[in-house]
């Protein structure tokens, strides 16, 4: 499974960007995606994740209601919309893959893409 993501750059505060994770179709519909993020000095921590076909989505707390997570058939991709972007959201945001949904931490997920950087200040 191979996932790239882009999309990230440097914002203010309070506005909203969109990440994207492109895989292949098989993937794309056979997988768990997920957002995971790390910030300067942290470890790295779960964000938001969708299973296959969109059933199912969750959310770590501290982006609920400013962040969604979505899924575009068409083009194998799940997008990260951010939106009321803080400064204690800058950080490398990752995507990730596995199968089955229910899995929330960094150890749990095989599949991983290369980072984007987003900087919010």
């Known amino acids: 499974v191979q996932l790239q993501a882009f999309g990230g750059g440097l914002v203010q505060a309070g506005d909203s960007l969109r990440l994207s994770c492109v895989t292949s179709r098989r993937s794309f519909v056979t997988h768990t995606m997920a957002w995971f993020r790390q910030a300067p000095g942290k470890e790295r921590e779960f964000v938001a994740v969708?299973?296959?076909?969109?059933?199912?989505?969750s959310y770590a707390k501290s982006v609920e209601g400013r962040f969604t997570i979505s899924r575009d058939n068409a083009k194998n991709t799940v997008y990260l919309q951010m939106t009321s972007l803080r400064p204690e959201d800058t950080a490398i945001y990752f995507c990730?893959?596995?199968?089955?949904?229910?899995?929330?931490?960094?150890?749990?997920?095989?599949?991983w893409g290369q980072g984007t950087l987003t900087v919010s200040s």
């Open positions: 990730a893959a596995r199968l089955g949904f229910g899995y929330y931490k960094e150890g749990d997920y095989l599949y």
């Open positions: 969708t299973s296959r076909g969109e059933i199912n989505t």
